[in-house]
């Protein structure tokens, strides 16, 4: 804790460097969610400059490459906790490129290839695949991919272009709360809350200010689930090798199609779709 | 593929309301199909690493919005498939009744003589092709409904929540789109029309069944049901199929 004087001075330094930085750095894009005079006393000016610099980093890569080491809380019914596990290798390439090579903890094996023409979803368990036509960017087809096609892509919004201005919505409160010295480099730990979730994110010092861990916390579903990950080998200039982005069916594999539950989705209350 | 052919048309209508009977098995066996021999459930909020989550107050209003949603929400995903199979027994009314009474008749029948079963499909074809057009006009308004909705889907579902879903893993029989143009997809998806494909799905099969390949696709065989392969959030799932060609 510390004393209240202590808080207001480093507050009032770290605003005016945050407010430095973003006139140096034209982040109009910043300016439009901004709300420094509405919300000072919850977000942290020097929390929220490290986290939008690191997202603005990722965000304005021209390709990146990344490991994530994920696992996620499962809470049975009768309350226990039991993690399960994934290992997902992303290769981006803006605007178009997307490779993301995932594997399980029961050892399950699965690739998808978006390649700005068609979505593939591969699964090495049965040697199936699926394909779609969804012409566009990254950031189309990840959204299509998580909300209709209804697959799992965690941290799915660090894939978009807009990662900085989303998490600038969605966050409510920010913290420091220190500089971490257990990663292979310093880094800073910072705690941000949304409406629903908490996020933890330890944001690496230096050139490039990525995320190497996160945790993110769904306070209001029962037993209070975490997703954990760690974020490792990452590269910004990735070295892309030909064929990255495009699928050769291995031998004897069978394309199925693609199929989006309809239990969800066509139960759903029609605001606007009853009035078209 | 003919689905337009009496054959497909019959045995979509037996699709139909053979629903209660796969429905039933899937909660007879509970949740043990969901975690890959482990009996423990995967389903977890957490486990799309979503930034973001809809508030109480928005799920409140979705699980009020249909049993469906609340179930799951809940944690009892097997209830689901029944309340379904009950809402929709009770909006197809007495037609519903008749065919599921006629669809006794038959499988008594298919258990004693397959050739019987044959023979009684082509005496009651045109009763069943009626039946089936009737049906397929009420999934033509529902997916098209359903199609509406899924284009605003996030705004509508969990405004800002695109990357939000509850990560199912249960066992569980329902209803799916086919995703797409089913251009170049073989399998023998139930119930094609010209805008959405509706299909019924099951996470685990029924029985241990027996597989054929034709034509480059995999059926599975239990019993009087066949299904194909489709892929649905991270899984693969059993669609209840057309016989394939030849069967």
């Known amino acids: ?276 | 593929m003919t689905l337009k052919s009496p054959a497909s048309a019959f045995f979509i209508g037996i699709m139909f309301v053979l629903m209660s009977t796969l429905a039933g098995s899937a909660e007879a066996r509970g949740r043990s199909g969901s975690g890959g021999g482990s009996s423990f459930s995967r389903s977890s909020a957490a486990r799309g690493g979503s930034f973001s989550a809809p508030s109480a107050s928005q799920r409140t209003a979705q699980a009020q919005a249909t049993t469906r949603q609340a179930g799951k929400a809940q944690g009892q995903p097997q209830a689901q498939a029944s309340t379904r199979q009950a809402q929709q027994t009770a909006s197809q009314g007495s037609r519903q009744e008749s065919a599921a009474q006629r669809q006794g008749d038959r499988q008594a029948k298919s258990s004693e003589n397959q050739g019987n079963r044959q023979d009684a499909a082509a005496g009651s074809r045109e009763d069943w092709q009626q039946h089936q057009n009737e049906n397929r006009e009420d999934w033509q308004q529902h997916g098209d409904q359903a199609r509406e909705d899924r284009q605003d889907f996030a705004e509508d579902r969990y405004p800002g929540h695109w990357d939000y879903h509850y990560g199912y893993g249960s066992s569980d029989v329902a209803a799916a789109f086919v995703v797409g143009t089913a251009v170049g997809v073989t399998a023998g998806a139930a119930a094609a029309s010209s805008k959405t494909t509706q299909v019924t799905t099951v996470t685990t099969l029924p029985c241990t069944a027996t597989m054929v390949v034709v034509n480059g696709t995999t059926y599975y065989q239990c019993g009087t049901t066949w299904y194909s392969r489709g892929y649905q959030s991270n899984t693969v799932v059993y669609i209840v199929s057309t016989p394939p060609p030849g069967r």
């Open chain 1, 1 to 276: 804790m510390k004393p209240i004087l202590l808080r207001l001075f480093c507050r009032s330094i770290w605003g005016a460097i945050l407010g430095l930085s973003m006139a140096l750095t034209g982040a109009s894009a910043f300016a439009a969610n901004a709300a420094p005079a509405a919300e000072p006393s919850d977000r942290d000016p020097e929390a929220r400059a490290i986290l939008l610099k690191m997202a603005d980093c990722i965000a304005k890569a021209p390709g990146f490459s990344v490991t994530i080491r994920s696992g996620y809380d499962a809470i049975q019914e009768d309350g226990q906790r039991i993690e399960f596990g994934e290992r997902r290798k992303i290769l981006l390439q803006r605007p178009d490129r997307v490779r993301v090579e995932v594997e399980r903890s029961d050892g399950e094996r699965g690739l998808i290839l978006f390649d700005g023409k068609e979505l593939t979803a591969f699964k090495a368990e049965g040697n199936v695949y699926a394909r779609v036509e969804k012409p566009g960017t990254v950031d189309d087809a990840v959204v299509y991919l998580v909300r209709d096609l209804q697959m799992t892509l965690p941290l799915a919004r660090m894939l978009r272009k807009d990662f900085p201005q989303n998490l600038d919505q969605l966050i409510t409160s920010l913290s420091y709360v220190e500089k971490n010295a257990l990663f292979d480099v310093a880094t800073d730990h910072l705690a941000a809350r949304s409406a629903d979730v908490d996020m933890q994110v330890w944001i690496a010092n230096g050139q490039q200010p990525l995320p190497r861990r996160i945790i993110l916390t769904y306070r209001n579903e029962p037993g209070h689930p975490q997703f954990r990950a760690d974020l490792s080998d990452w590269n910004l200039s990735p070295k892309i090798a030909a064929g990255s982005f495009s699928f050769t069916p291995p031998l004897g594999a069978e394309r199925i199609p693609f199929l989006a539950p309809l239990a969800q989705k066509g139960s759903l209350p029609m605001p606007k779709g009853g009035q078209k």
